[in-house]
């Protein structure tokens, strides 16, 4: 029972800690192309920008997944 809700602790940190990551990366990464980038992706829905973000987001999860294991 314990191992269990240590386990379910354990996940929730990780996750956490991967949505500041992912979070604090956007930012850097949205400073980094332009100073409009949020409102590029929320008011002219620039699917192209929106994929970019997407694939930063899937690529750093998949590094972390990594670095966790």
Do not use: H, P, Q
Not at 9 to 19: L, N
Not at 22 to 28: F, G, P
Request: proline share 0%.
């Amino acid at each position: 029972m314990w191992k269990m809700l240590n386990n379910v602790i354990e996940m929730f940190v990780y996750s956490a800690i991967y949505i500041v990551i992912a979070l604090v990366s956007i930012k850097i990464f949205g400073a980094a192309l332009t100073s409009e980038f949020e409102k590029k992706i929320s008011d002219d829905s620039n699917l192209s920008l929106s994929v970019i973000c997407a694939g930063l987001l899937i690529g750093l999860s998949l590094l972390l997944a990594s670095v966790i294991r």
